[in-house]
């Protein structure tokens, strides 16, 4: 017989540093998990990752046991780390807050690619491209410190 599912909590925390501290222990304590058993399996699994935000779906069952299924990075996190840039900009219309190539969106449209709502990589470059230009962050062709060709007329 299946166990009957009592919660499922997504959170989003660095790769290899969970803490029973909130906001894991928050979320986890009132549905009385084990949080310690969580933090260890979690920065176990996810060692690896330390320069990144996981996102982590745990499903917890009527008997206080969990699952959990860890994400890829959040886009907009890929997108700032390869942009080079701290964060977006707050007037993404007006300001540029830096620039990324096409190349760039693509990596990380292949690496969301399980993640997205998308059946194609070219659908999922669209979605990484959307979010790249809403952060204000420009998507160039990768040639923009190349000299331009002079005419031959």
């Known amino acids: 017989m299946a166990k009957r599912v009592k919660a499922i909590v997504k959170l989003q925390i660095p790769g290899g540093q969970a803490t029973p501290a909130p906001p894991v222990g928050t979320a986890l304590g009132q549905h009385g998990v ?8 979690y920065n176990a699994k996810t060692a690896n990752q330390q320069d990144s935000i996981v996102p982590v779906v745990l499903t917890i069952y009527e008997d206080t046991s969990f ?30 807050a830096g620039s990324i190539s096409k190349k760039g969106i693509r990596e990380i449209a292949e690496l969301k690619m399980k993640d ?10 669209k979605i990484i491209a959307g979010t790249a230009r809403s952060m204000g962050i420009s998507i ?4 923009e410190n190349q000299e331009p060709e002079p005419d031959n007329e």
């Open 34 to 41: 084990n949080i310690m058993s969580f933090v260890k399996e």
């Open 67 to 96: 699952t959990f299924v860890t994400k890829t990075p959040p886009a907009s996190s890929l997108i700032k780390k390869a942009a080079k840039v701290e964060k977006g900009s707050p007037n993404s219309l007006q300001e540029s």
């Open 116 to 125: 997205l709502n998308a059946t194609s990589v070219d659908q999922a470059e």
């Open 140 to 143: 160039g062709d990768g040639l």
